[in-house]
Nanobody, 124 residues
């Protein structure tokens, strides 16, 4: 069973940075796309970005402030968020999908395994 777990959420002020980690087994990072998503209560889940191997993409509206990278020391895919804004407040989820056809599936949210989420609150 594939497990992924988010960490690093918390309360920050607007303009600050935060790093979220999606921790899993090293073998999962080798074979699965890791996707990041976020959701505000009452709204639809929003795709943030996906990474597997050298394939790495962040949604257009966030790519100037957010980036994904693999952290081998932690067996994680990290989501680095800079210049945070109050509208970034959400619960952030990571999830995994098998790499085959994963590029499209990840961007459409068709993930196989989900974490429980970590809350990020950005105060103005």
């Amino acid at each position: 069973q594939v497990q992924v777990k988010e960490s690093g959420g918390g309360l920050v002020q607007a303009g600050e940075s935060l790093r979220l980690s999606c921790t899993t087994a090293a073998s999962v990072l080798d074979d699965y796309y890791i996707g990041w998503f976020r959701q505000v209560p009452g709204k639809e889940r929003e795709w943030v970005g996906c990474k597997w191997s050298s394939n790495n993409i962040v949604t257009d509206s966030l790519q100037n402030r957010f980036r994904l990278y693999r952290d081998n020391a932690r067996n994680a895919v990290n989501l680095e968020m800079n210049n945070l804004k109050p509208e970034d407040t959400a619960t952030y989820f990571c999830a995994a999908v098998w790499f085959k056809d994963g590029w499209d599936k990840c961007q459409s949210g068709e993930m196989q395994y989900w974490g429980e989420g970590t809350l990020v609150t950005v105060s103005s």
